[in-house]
């Protein structure tokens, strides 16, 4: 009896590829693209369905696979070979694709850290006890999961950097200046 449902068991385990709805996602996924971000739009407008990727890419003068593109030669050669890419470079001619996503490439966009309001609370308290003493702040029996003095240093920079060290300071300010009045 055992036996029939050890085999029954192992059965439902094997995987059937030759399902119609598995196939459909391969082939659906094959020439998809798979970009997230800035560029989506970008290389959205210039895709064409129905090329391959590597014709795709090659239309939109982007490189699939760098390697190929740009053989590797040997140390001697290579002062040479960098003076010919750059040559090269001036006088290739540009996509309208390439120089779409050269200017998104230049906006500077960093994302901002966002800073937990358990570790904003950790951060002020070791601030207004210590300054700037972190091996002191690694020591504090606040100090719950034993950062080193240099992980401390780095949570208090990511603080004052971000955003809500601004809000935080403008606020500060605010009530400092009521309780004045």
């Known amino acids: 009896m055992a036996y029939v449902r050890a085999r029954k068991s192992r059965r439902r385990k094997q995987a059937n590829s030759t399902k119609p709805a598995v196939k459909r996602k391969k082939k659906d996924g094959k020439n998809r693209l798979h970009v997230q971000g800035q560029l989506r ?7 064409d369905e129905k090329k391959t990727l590597t014709e795709n890419f090659r239309d939109m003068g982007l490189v699939l696979n760098p390697n190929r593109s740009m053989p590797i030669h040997k140390a001697v050669e290579k002062a ?3 003076e010919q ?3 090269e470079k001036l006088s290739a001619p540009q996509s309208s694709v390439v ?11 960093k994302r901002e850290r966002h800073v937990a309001p358990g570790e904003i609370e950790f951060i002020a308290y070791m601030i207004e006890k210590h300054g700037t003493d ?13 950062n080193t003095p240099k992980q401390i240093k780095r949570k208090v920079d990511a603080y004052i950097r971000s955003e809500q060290f601004k809000t935080d300071q403008v ?11």
């Open 80 to 82: 040479a070979a960098e």
């Open 85 to 87: 890419m750059e040559t």
């Open 99 to 109: 120089s779409e996503l050269e200017k998104v490439a230049a906006i500077d966009s």
């Open 134 to 146: 972190y091996k002191a702040m690694a020591r504090d029996k606040r100090n719950w999961y034993q």
């Open 41 to 47: 739009p970008v290389l959205e407008k210039a895709w």
């Open 171 to 181: 606020r500060a300010v605010k009530v400092l200046t009521r309780q004045d009045e």
